[in-house]
């Protein structure tokens, strides 16, 4: 079955909704903000817990994200994992997106999406100038020049267009 056609009644993906040429894995995101309800994505070790997590889903009737680990896909290969987990998700009667979290290897992420996994994560907290892994200084400091760059030119254009208060600013 076609991927952009593995759905349930009870949790249809119009194709109004495909982002990114039909990506199954936003559509799945985009669905469960929509609707303001959650989308399990489970961390799978091999086929067993692959068809365990999609039996799961199936059961509820919710679509799932399967996400193995970095080192899972290179102890079993792109191609293969693929493989197997398309098998899985073919016969499978909810949406299952498969994803690669955390990446740090640009290759290994290349491999991944030239082979047709619907998402990768790139995971570049392992760089310098990064706060707890969480928080690039470099960018965050170029956010800031921008924010007192472009807030007041977006104002003045607003006040100059619609109209309205005046911007006033201080420092």
Same mark, same amino acid.
């Given at each position: 079955?076609?991927?952009?056609?593995?759905?349930?009644?009870? +949790?249809?993906?119009?194709?109004? /909704?495909?982002?990114?040429?039909?990506?199954?894995?936003?559509?799945?995101?985009?669905?469960?903000?929509?609707?303001?309800?959650?989308?399990?994505?489970?961390?799978?070790?091999?086929?067993?817990?692959?068809?365990? *997590?999609?039996?799961?889903?199936?059961? #509820?009737?919710?679509?799932?994200?399967?996400?193995?680990?970095?080192?899972?896909?290179?102890?079993?290969?792109?191609?293969?994992?693929?493989?197997?987990?398309?098998?899985?998700?073919?016969?499978?009667?909810?949406? *299952?997106?498969?994803?690669?979290?955390? !990446?740090?290897? /640009?290759?290994?992420?290349?491999? !991944?999406?030239?082979?047709?996994?619907?998402?990768?994560?790139?995971?570049?907290?392992?760089?310098?100038?990064?706060?707890?892994?969480?928080?690039?200084?470099?960018?965050?400091?170029?956010?800031?020049?921008?924010?007192? #760059? +472009?807030?007041?030119?977006?104002?003045?254009?607003?006040?100059?267009?619609?109209?309205?208060?005046?911007?006033?600013?201080?420092?």
């Amino acid at each position: 079955m076609p991927q952009g056609e593995r759905e349930t009644a009870a +949790f249809r993906l119009p194709e109004s /909704e495909a982002v990114m040429n039909g990506n199954l894995f936003v559509r799945v995101l985009r669905r469960a903000r929509e609707s303001s309800t959650a989308c399990a994505s489970i961390n799978i070790l091999n086929y067993n817990t692959a068809r365990a *997590v999609i039996h799961a889903a199936e059961r #509820a009737g919710r679509p799932v994200i399967l996400q193995p680990s970095v080192g899972t896909v290179r102890r079993y290969g792109v191609s293969e994992m693929f493989r197997m987990i398309d098998g899985l998700r073919s016969a499978a009667s909810v949406p *299952v997106a498969l994803h690669l979290d955390h !990446c740090r290897d /640009e290759e290994l992420a290349r491999a !991944c999406a030239d082979a047709g996994w619907d998402a990768v994560m790139m995971d570049y907290s392992a760089l310098p100038l990064h706060l707890y892994g969480q928080v690039c200084l470099p960018f965050s400091l170029a956010w800031w020049v921008l924010c007192f #760059a +472009f807030i007041p030119v977006f104002d003045w254009l607003r006040w100059a267009v619609i109209g309205g208060e005046k911007p006033k600013y201080y420092i």
